[in-house]
Every structure is written in C-alpha cells, then in structure tokens.
C-alpha cells in the first residue's frame, strides 16, 4: 500500500525527524556510541512518534541508516501497513521476504528470526552482514538475570539486563560469536532506549543476586 | 590560526551546500560503514568513498568520516602532524567552520571530534572523545602483497606470516626492527592493521584508549576502527621487543622529555632544535610556566 492510498484511507502519515539533517546525526551518534560501547544505554528517538508497533528508538535507528541501499526486514508483528508505509515513505527502503537479503532485520523479541537466518558476511567481506533491531520488553543496565559482558568497547565488565529475549539466547550469541569475522550484530531498543551487541561482545552467565 | 580569525569564518557559514558539506545519503552510507567498522575491529570496511573539494593525499577519507559524525553541538580540533596550524589542519577545521558552523578549537580537551594526520595528542584522551585518522593506505600488507583479492584473502585466513618475515628481514639487515612510523599492530588478538603513518612512538596510545578511533582512508575508499579499550597490540618478537623512539634532549621550548620530539634545522652552520610535535601540548606546558633550553 501506498502513503498515498494509505492517507486515503484515512491513516495519518506520522511525520519522521522533524530536523532530518540533525536528527539523523544525533541517533547515529547514540547508536555509535551503543555499537562502541556495549551495553550502555543510549537514549534515542524521543521526539519521534511512529506508528504502533515500531517504537521511537527503532524508528530512530531505521531513519538514520536505512535507505534505498539497505534494504529490511520485518517481523509478522511489524507488518502493519501503516509502519510499512511510514518505513517506504521515509526510508525509501525496500523490504524483503527473506531475512537473509536485509540489511537490517527488524523484529520484537518473540518474532526475532534466527541469527543463522539472517547474512552472515563472508570471510572476505564479514562487513555484508545483517544488524538486528529488536524490540524487547524490557531493557536496563542490570536487574534480575543481568548478563556481564566483555570485549572490545569495555573497560573491563558492562552489565546488561533485557526482558524477553528466548533463554537459550546467550548460547546462540556464542555460536554467532564464534563465526567471527562472520556474523551478526544486534542493536536492542525499549521505547526510547536503546544498547547493542556487535558480534566481538562475550556474554557470560548471570550475575547473581 | 588565532581563535579570532577561527571565529571569523565560523560566521560565514556558505550557504548552498548540506550541513557539513556531504549529502545525507552520502552520510548513511558512510554511518553503516562505520557501525560495521566498529562491529568489526581493524577489519577495512569498503566503501563508496567521494569526490571531495581538495586532492587526494590531504585527507579526503578522514573528512568524510568526520562530516559523517559531526553535529552542530560538536567542538573539533584537526591536527597535522601534531599542529593546529599547518596548512592542512587549518584548511580543514576552515571547512567544517564553514560548512557546518561548528565550534573549533585547539585545545585537546575541549574537543568532542579530534580529526589527525600522523599524530595522537599527548594530552591523554577521554571516553567522551572521537579520534578520526586520515589514512593514506589502509592496507598494512599493500607492500607485500599488491593484488586486493590476495591481502585480503590472507586477512580472511589470519595469515600473517608475509609480515612477520618482513620484520624479521629487517633484523637480519639492520639489527632491529627499521620500522618508525604506521608501525603494524594487531587489533583484539585479530585483525593486523596499519596505524595510519603515525610515529611507533604513538603506538603505545592505541592500546585501549578510552576514545573511539576511527580511520578513514578517501583514495583507496576504506574505512576501519578501533573501539575503546580494545587490545592494540604492536607486533614483534620475545627476542627483539617492541620499543619506542627516545631522545637524549628535551623540547627547546617547554622542555617536555615525555613527548614525540621533532627536529627543526635553524641555520646553515649544522644548528639545529628540538621541539615538540603537538603544540598544544606545548603551548599549554609554556603558559604553566614550563621552559626549555631555548627560552
């Protein structure tokens, strides 16, 4: 569906950055920070209001990198024709069946599809590899079942603790770990909030407590 | 360059071009280059580097990165050769004065965006700073072995073997590593990657700096990265360690014996000085009161 047949139908095209130079440089200098720093949290999108289903940190994300070059993919959950009609009419983005074509690979937590499922880049060029968006139900520096992180970006250990995700999900982060310089890297957003695993980030088990 | 005259062409801010002179799909597709690049340590991210309004060889891939980053609430500092005023550093910070409006300074810590050619500050960095490189050949294993398909193939299989040879040649002819500048290091135990022609007396500074650090290479369209406290590791051997250089003087200047020193000839009769490389760091010792032999 078009934008066009969509405010025909009465959907109000909701509006992207409303600077696009300034907004697009101040998300991708959180996401930056995000990818380079792993697991800090990154506010991000807050002055957006995209439709149901995407939330103001993805969108941020989709608006700032995606275009005509990067094309996506979406989840069931992100399949409204009002979020795929905002994504083509910002973005400009085509949007694939298949995850493995998308450059970036948007889905909730329950909805995410395997890593394995998505371009892994090849040993040449690990560069032509997928970035996951997803939306988790809960998203914060530590709590309950917090991960510990380490790698390049972390000073010694980050803490990170996200809702939703399946609880093999540390196992199949190691066996995309393992891949390296193949794999992918993973951005998550809560509402306005956003942190991200590139595929160097170790998570180890649990912190107590 | 004063502040005044910086100040100056801050407020002729040209009109008819883009906010920091790229065009914002130029930007997002240098943006994805550089998530990857930072997803993928030391690893030379390709892409779709532009013509720029200077030639080659004066930092075409660093400005791109740079205008990519920059924002308007950004101070910038550009550097060459450790100097805030030589001509590439003052063309540079000239441009995104006019094309973005920013703030731009000379002083190392107030900068949110440090661009450079051949040089890492002395003043340390913080984890608030981005640290651009301009980088004239990406690719550490270029002099070795020149077909792209075959450095990068030996990058895939992490054969390094062709470097440590070289190394080793230079031990055998000169009796230690001849090497002084884009010194190879090997990034997170991966990746072997070239420096950009910074002195090896800047090596040191790569190893997990809190500043992300970003390379930008225009002419040969790569792009690479070192993320913050990541393992920098110059390459060597147990029986041959690497080291740095060292001076047996200090800055005529301020007297610093603690920075990268250059040599300036002041005559015709053999007289020549010792000064430091970074001269903010210079200036900043000499106004705390700091003095070297020649003052």
Redesign the interface.
């Known amino acids: 569906m078009t934008s066009a047949s969509q405010a025909a139908a009465g959907g109000r095209l909701k509006p992207g950055f409303a600077e696009?130079?300034?907004g697009?440089?101040?998300a991708?200098?959180r996401?930056?920070q995000a990818?380079?720093?792993p697991g800090t949290l990154q506010d991000c999108g807050r002055d957006l209001d995209p439709p149901p289903g995407l939330s103001p940190a993805m969108a941020a994300v989709c608006l700032?990198?995606?275009?005509a070059?990067?094309p996506l993919w979406l989840a069931p959950a992100l399949g409204s024709e009002a979020v795929q009609g905002y994504l083509k009419f910002h973005c400009n983005a085509p949007i694939r069946d298949d995850a493995r074509e998308a450059?970036f690979v948007l889905a909730d937590a329950a909805g995410m599809p395997a890593l394995d499922a998505c371009a892994q880049g090849c040993?040449?060029?690990?560069?032509r590899?997928a970035?996951l968006v997803v939306e988790v139900p809960s998203l914060a520096a530590d709590g309950r079942g917090a991960w510990r992180l380490q790698g390049?970006?972390?000073?010694s250990t980050a803490s990170l603790a996200v809702g939703g995700l399946p609880g093999d999900f540390p196992a199949r982060w190691r066996d995309n770990a393992a891949l390296?310089?193949c794999g992918v890297?993973l951005i998550l957003t809560q509402g306005h909030t956003l942190a991200a695993l590139?595929?160097?980030t170790r998570i180890s088990d649990p912190v107590e407590g | 360059m004063s502040a005044h005259a910086d100040s100056l062409a801050a407020a002729q801010t040209v009109e008819g071009y883009n906010f920091a002179y790229l065009d914002e799909q130029t930007k997002r597709m240098i943006r994805r280059s550089l998530l990857k690049a930072v997803a993928i340590p030391g690893y030379q991210v390709p892409f779709a580097s532009r013509e720029m309004p200077l030639p080659y060889g004066w930092g075409t891939g660093g400005i791109q990165v740079t205008a990519s980053i920059l924002g308007a609430c950004d101070t910038l500092k550009v550097i060459d050769q450790g100097a805030d005023d030589t001509t590439n550093a003052v063309n540079i910070r000239a441009f995104f004065a006019r094309t973005a409006g920013v703030a731009t300074t000379t002083r190392t810590e107030e900068a949110s965006v440090i661009q450079t050619r051949h040089r890492i500050p002395e003043t340390p960095l913080t984890d608030q700073q981005i640290l651009v490189y301009q980088v004239p050949i990406p690719e550490p294993l270029r002099w070795l072995e020149p077909r792209e398909r075959e450095t990068r193939m030996l990058h895939a299989l992490g054969e390094y073997g062709l470097m440590q040879v070289s190394l080793y040649e230079d031990i055998a002819q000169h009796g230690r590593i001849a090497k002084t500048y884009n010194y190879p290091v090997q990034v997170s135990g991966g990746y072997i990657m070239a420096p950009s022609p910074i002195p090896k007396f800047d090596n040191p500074k790569l190893h997990r700096n809190p500043a992300l650090q970003l390379f930008g290479a225009g002419r040969e369209k790569r792009i690479y990265a070192v993320p913050p406290y990541t393992d920098v590791r110059s390459l060597d051997f147990d029986d041959y360690p690497f080291d740095v250089e060292h001076w047996d003087t200090a800055c005529a200047l301020c007297g610093a014996t603690d920075s990268y020193l250059d040599e300036i000839v002041t005559d015709d009769a053999g007289g020549r000085r010792y000064v430091c490389s970074d001269s903010d760091y210079c200036d900043r010792r000499r106004q705390a009161g700091d003095t070297g032999a020649a003052r």
């Open positions: 696009p130079v300034h697009a440089q101040q991708f200098r996401i930056l990818m380079a720093r700032t990198l995606a275009d070059d990067a450059a040993d040449r060029y690990p560069d590899s970035t390049p970006g972390i000073a390296f310089p890297d590139p595929r160097t």
